[in-house]
């Protein structure tokens, strides 16, 4: 039902109008609209390889000169080991079964207790400095401080185990060091080195160059 009122020059309609609302509008997403407060919000699209190459060593000395000077950023990394370690660190539990299918409670204790020995410091590490606990404390705290960390196994090495651990700081990865196409001949896909770390066609890491 509607009611017109005139009002000399103006004609006034009220009432429900059966006329269908457009339906032209468009969704979006708040994050990109363009605004007083979005204007100077950085759009470029660039990849995260360039991004974190531009700013990656930056980025590392302040997460380290934030462990050291700030106690929340402290209680993180203790947070983490705690949490995702435990005091203990990563430990070793065999399930090895004899031929009826029972444990066999003497091979796994065997080679529980050569576990346990070859993570004593002296043992472990190449530099005889360190505990399996201590390399498992490093190794989830590098990468959160920063960005990553080397581990290399060493086969061979002269202790009574003929193995040990090498860490290398993330820092001796050259991240200014990239290669499009390092491999093989024309026509045929190569390996490409991206920031020090060299991939495969299937992006495979398959070497570190420092």
């Known amino acids: 039902m509607k009611f017109s009122l005139s009002l000399g020059r103006f004609n006034l309609t009220l009432g429900r109008s059966n006329t269908p609302r457009s339906t032209s509008g468009t969704r979006s997403f708040a994050a990109g609209s363009i605004n007083r407060l979005t204007s100077d919000w950085s759009t470029t ?12 060593t930056k980025l590392r000395s302040r997460c380290r000169e934030l462990e050291r000077d700030d106690p929340y950023v402290r209680h993180y990394f203790k947070l983490l080991r705690n949490n995702v370690l435990g005091w203990q660190g990563m430990r070793l539990e065999m399930k090895v079964k004899d031929p009826s299918g029972s444990l066999d ?16 410091k002296g043992n472990c590490t190449v530099t005889k400095q360190l ?20 581990l290399r196994k060493v086969r061979g090495f002269d202790n009574e ?23 093989r001949d024309q026509g045929t896909p190569g390996n490409e080195i991206r920031m020090g770390v060299e991939l495969n066609q299937w992006k495979e890491p398959i070497a570190y160059h420092l």
């Open 131 to 150: 505990s399996w606990r201590a390399v498992c404390w490093l190794v989830i705290t590098a990468p959160a401080r920063d960005g990553g960390v080397l």
């Open 45 to 56: 699209v660039t990849s995260a390889d360039v991004e974190a190459r531009n700013d990656v």
């Open 105 to 120: 409670v003497q091979a796994n204790t065997t080679i529980e207790d050569a576990w346990t020995k070859w993570g004593k």
């Open 161 to 183: 185990f003929g193995f040990a651990l090498q860490l290398l700081e993330i820092d001796m990865l050259d991240v200014y060091y990239n290669v499009p196409n390092c491999g």
